[in-house]
């Protein structure tokens, strides 16, 4: 069964960096885009970000335009998100997310990483 | 930006009668190529992440219980749950993947009354 595992969450101050990794278990990693959802505590779901297979292609919610960069290691299996001057509204659990292949519903999603942004 | 929109905010319903949330898109998510709708549908438990229920704003998920449908096309849709059950106590979600940013509705909070 598929896993997808967060990790690098943590606390940071107002413009402060956090890079988030997620790694998948299968091997057929490469051939899935990925995406970064986040939720705010008690709060809904926002999609943030996304990356094609090869990593040549990416793109961006509005509100982490800018300070937030997507990548990934296929060789690695890995995923990550480098999230730089950040703001109290980044506090979320973020999820990495894997589509169906060759669409954008998700069918898996990690167990989360919390990011909480606070002086 | 396609902003989705879903009612009501919260929703309680008795074990077994039927359960019915609503999701409006501000934009058409019917892709008229292939004739399919651009929209899903997840459940989210307490602590748990979201779970995929419905896709092509109609499609069942593989193991998905089948009290559990999806209808609508271009802007309005509607996810039923026919004999709610203990286990249905979620919060659910409506995504469009039509266009990026893809969004979410805002969520609906479904209780036993």
């Known amino acids: 069964e598929v896993q997808l595992m967060e990790s690098g969450g943590g606390l940071v101050q107002p413009g402060g960096s956090l890079r988030l990794s997620c790694t998948d278990s299968e091997f057929s990693f490469s051939s899935y885009w990925m995406h970064w959802v986040r939720q705010a505590p008690g709060k809904g779901l926002v999609w943030v970000s996304r990356i094609n297979s090869d990593g040549s292609s990416t793109d961006y919610a509005d509100s982490v335009k800018g300070r937030f960069t997507i990548s990934r290691d296929n060789a690695k299996n890995t995923l990550y998100l480098q999230m730089n001057s950040l703001r109290a509204e980044d506090t979320a659990l973020y999820y990495c997310?894997?589509?169906?292949?060759?669409?954008?519903?998700?069918?898996?999603w990690g167990q989360g990483t919390l990011v909480t942004v606070s002086s | 930006d396609i902003v989705m929109t879903q009612s009501p905010e919260s929703l309680a319903v008795s074990l077994g009668e039927r359960a019915t949330i609503n999701c409006k898109s501000s934009?058409?998510?019917?892709?008229?190529?292939?004739?399919?709708?651009?929209l899903a549908w997840y459940q989210q438990k307490p602590g748990q992440p979201p779970k995929l229920l419905i896709y092509w704003a109609s499609t069942r998920e593989s193991g998905v219980p089948d009290r559990f449908s999806g209808s609508g096309s271009g802007t309005d849709f509607t996810l039923t749950i026919s004999g709610l059950q203990a286990e249905d106590v979620a919060v659910y979600y409506c995504?469009?993947?039509?266009?990026?940013?893809?969004?979410f509705g805002q969520g609906t909070k479904l209780e036993m009354k």
């Open positions: 934009q058409n998510v019917l892709y008229n190529s292939n004739n399919k709708n651009y």
């Open positions: 995504q469009q993947f039509f266009s990026t940013p893809y969004s």
């Open positions: 997310v894997r589509p169906r292949l060759g669409w954008s519903f998700f069918d898996y």
